[in-house]
């Protein structure tokens, strides 16, 4: 946000964190229903929203740098996230009530979100770093690489049908 915020105003994160909550609760909706991921998408937006307003940020301790980073804030944010993860699970169980093994599900699901949001919190700064003190022509050619693949993956659909692939 500049040099004069380090943070966007609670109204802006919110909104941010229905955003995040409606993508969480979509990726579930198909293989958990609708009671299952609306409830899931509002507590996660409530909690994320709740989070924010107590200073937990994804910009808390962030710096790039050169090496891994994991201070102990973020260790602790990574835990409380895993724990709200698998408290919400467990909170949209007990409402849609249809799943064999709530406790198994809500384990793994706390369980994988918290070990993605600690690589990533230790690994982006790192890759952050390197990508602003990448040299131009570097760059440049690292984005044309991706502009190509882009190019190459929409024009799949048009090659599966012309050199007659079955996908399915």
């Known amino acids: 946000m500049g040099k004069r915020h380090d943070h966007f105003p609670l109204p802006w994160e919110a909104l941010f964190s229905t955003i995040r909550g409606f993508g969480f609760g979509l990726g579930l909706y198909r293989m ?28 808390l301790d962030y710096a790039a740098a050169r090496q891994f980073r994991f ?66 022509r570097r760059l440049g050619v690292f984005g044309i690489w991706l502009v190509l693949c882009g190019f190459l993956l929409q024009s799949f659909q048009y090659l599966a049908v012309l050199l007659d692939l079955r996908v399915t």
């Open 71 to 136: 201070s102990g804030r973020l260790a602790w944010g990574t835990v409380q996230r895993t724990v709200g993860y698998t408290a919400a699970a467990l909170l949209c169980s007990l409402l849609a009530r249809h799943l064999e093994h709530p406790w198994l599900f809500a384990i793994r699901l706390g369980l994988v979100t918290g070990v993605v949001t600690a690589v990533a919190v230790a690994v982006i700064p790192y890759i952050e770093y390197f990508a602003d003190n990448l040299p131009e």
């Open 32 to 59: 958990l229903g609708f009671r299952y991921a609306a409830a899931s998408a509002f507590l996660i937006t409530a909690g994320q929203v709740a989070a924010y307003s107590r200073g937990m940020r994804p910009t």
